[in-house]
């Protein structure tokens, strides 16, 4: 299967599009006092299934439901910006920084973390298996120019794949036709790694969730250096910039997510039996 230049353009489109059709959906009632709130959020909290056994939890303590887009951190914290929401749940600290600097949070609180994985080819040509580390990783893959999918969509995983090229001492801008940008999510960027037997990098809660999908990938790199930690963040947007921000429901909402039971939820969450994110409560929200 050819991924090639128009077909990213269609693919950024009807992404674009979604996002649009998602938040345009969430929109209909911003501007009222509403019994809910609207989050933006990363795909892999979608992907693997843990809102579908966390939110539920949040609606029978407090009467306050969460309707929900999953996108990339990135088109999260944009969403945020515009005021489309009233929380982001996100993890990609150094565009959490910004976002906050720019005074579009009111506070954060953190969540949960898990680890950025290496997915590629049963074969492994650029032989990653024998890596010691995710950078070392890296640099096999550019060294053997070894087909490489990026989502290419400043999500929270973009944004720490350019992390390790950098480490890597290596820039993107300068590789050839061996570094394919997809521009979508995390689950369609495995599929198409699968399709093309290529390398990819992966949050495990994804890969777990997708792995009996994927017959030509397997995991290559599983390390526990801080780069490879996927650090998740629950941000209330600022009413003082939003007046239709719904901000006691946020903020409750983030003050939840670090109690007793939110933590007990992620901590016992698993995937096909592999527990996926580890409790890290904090913040000051």
């Known amino acids: 299967m050819h991924f090639d230049a128009p077909r990213r353009v269609l693919a950024i489109l009807v992404a674009l599009v979604i ?21 933006a959020t990363t795909t892999s909290t979608r992907d693997t ?6 939110l539920p939890g ?11 887009v999953a996108v990339g951190t990135g088109q999260a914290l944009d969403a945020g910006r515009r005021g489309d929401v009233d929380v982001v749940m996100v993890h990609a600290p150094p565009l959490e920084d910004r ?6 949070g009111v506070c954060r609180n953190a969540l949960m973390f898990n680890r950025f994985i290496i ?42 794949e350019l992390e390790i090229w950098n480490l890597a001492g290596l820039n993107v801008s300068s590789f050839g036709v061996w570094y394919e940008r997809t521009s979508q999510g995390m689950g369609a960027t495995l599929t ?56 006691e429901k ?10 007793v039971r939110a933590q007990g939820v992620i901590a016992s969450f698993a995937v096909n039996g592999h527990r996926i994110f580890t409790p890290n409560p904090g913040g000051n929200c």
């Open 19 to 39: 996002v649009l059709v998602a938040v345009g959906a969430l929109l209909s009632n911003v501007g009222t006092t509403r019994a809910f709130i609207l989050m």
């Open 49 to 54: 299934g843990l809102l579908s056994v966390l």
């Open 58 to 68: 949040f609606q029978e303590d407090t009467g306050i439901e969460v309707r929900y």
């Open 99 to 104: 976002f906050l600097a720019e005074g579009h």
């Open 119 to 160: 997915v590629g080819p049963v074969a492994d040509p650029a032989n990653v298996a024998a890596a010691s580390s995710a950078v070392e990783a890296f640099q096999r893959i550019a060294q053997n120019q070894s087909r490489f999918e990026s989502r290419a969509d400043n999500s929270g995983t973009h944004v720490k």
């Open 192 to 247: 198409i790694a699968n399709e093309r037997d290529a390398y990819t990098l992966s949050d495990d809660g994804t890969w777990f969730a997708r792995e009996g999908a994927l017959p030509f990938l397997r995991t290559l790199y599983v390390g526990s250096e801080p780069v490879v930690r996927n650090d998740y963040s629950i941000i209330p947007v600022n009413p003082a910039i939003h007046p239709t921000i719904q901000v």
């Open 250 to 259: 946020a903020v409750a909402f983030a003050r939840w997510l670090v109690g």
